[in-house]
């Protein structure tokens, strides 16, 4: 059974660094996509992150250069190093992962991702 855990929010000022994890059990990482999906107050949930079933990243234009994702294949652990924050980047953070595709690339179709965590909170104070 697919399950999805994250974990490693918390407040941090303009300019810090967190670290998200997300334990994705029960989900084949070789055929599929997973990725860091966040949500801010009033906003649409947005693609941050994605790795597709090849190991292919790919960032939303805000995060470039700022965010790193990777994956810890042994433990199949999807991490999210997040560097240099602001406050346009508080939101709730969830990990999510579309078992039936195998290719993606942000943007992505949110609707397809079938298997979501409970989210882990993202605060930044200036």
């Known amino acids: 059974q697919e399950r999805m855990v994250e974990s490693g929010g918390g407040s941090v000022q303009v300019g810090g660094s967190l670290r998200l994890s997300c334990s994705a059990s029960?989900?084949?990482?070789?055929?599929?996509?997973m990725g860091w999906f966040r949500q801010a107050p009033g906003k649409e949930r947005e693609a941050v992150a994605i790795i597709d079933a090849g190991g292919g990243t790919s960032y939303a234009d805000p995060v470039k250069g700022r965010f790193t994702l990777s994956h810890d294949m042994a433990r199949n652990t999807l991490s999210l190093q997040m560097n240099n924050l602001t406050p346009e980047d508080t939101g709730m953070y969830y990990c999510?992962?579309?078992?039936?595709?195998?290719?993606?690339?942000?943007?992505?179709?949110?609707?397809?991702?079938?298997?979501w965590g409970q989210g882990t909170q993202v605060t930044v104070s200036s």
């Open positions: 999510a992962a579309n078992t039936r595709i195998t290719h993606c690339t942000v943007p992505v179709d949110i609707q397809h991702f079938g298997y």
């Open positions: 029960g989900v084949t990482a070789s055929r599929s996509c």
